[in-house]
């Protein structure tokens, strides 16, 4: 099972990211897919949870209304829209087939700073 996570970079408060993670090593399109963080002192927390096909998604109260989570099922890739960024949004950020065990990939660093 593999993750790779990119997209992630330096933004201003306020500004927009998209994330990705391509996978690998397990059926994607009959996996609920998660997007978690971790940011430095913190446990890490699930931030966006996404059904099979997409109709339903979850969104930890921090994210909602900012953050979208959505997937293509034929490229097993996972994406997170992020708007209106705040300097909390600070961490690394990871995906994950939801409920898994198991290794984490790399993550990909989101910096929110003027």
């Known amino acids: 099972v593999q993750y790779v996570e990119s997209g992630g970079g330096l933004v201003q408060p306020g500004g927009s990211l998209t994330l990705s993670c391509a996978t690998s090593?397990?059926?994607?399109?009959?996996?609920?897919m998660g997007w978690y963080r971790q940011a430095p002192g913190k446990e890490r927390e699930l931030v966006a949870r996404?059904?099979?096909?997409?109709?339903?998604?979850n969104y930890a109260d921090s994210v909602k209304g900012r953050f979208t989570i959505s997937r293509d099922n034929a490229k097993n890739t996972l994406y997170l829209q992020m708007n209106s960024l705040k300097p909390e949004d600070t961490a690394v950020y990871y995906c994950?087939?939801?409920?898994?065990?198991?290794?984490w990939g790399q993550g990909t660093q989101v910096i929110v700073s003027s």
């Open positions: 996404i059904n099979l096909l997409g109709g339903t998604t």
């Open positions: 994950k087939r939801y409920g898994s065990v198991g290794s």
């Open positions: 090593g397990f059926t994607f399109s009959s996996s609920v």
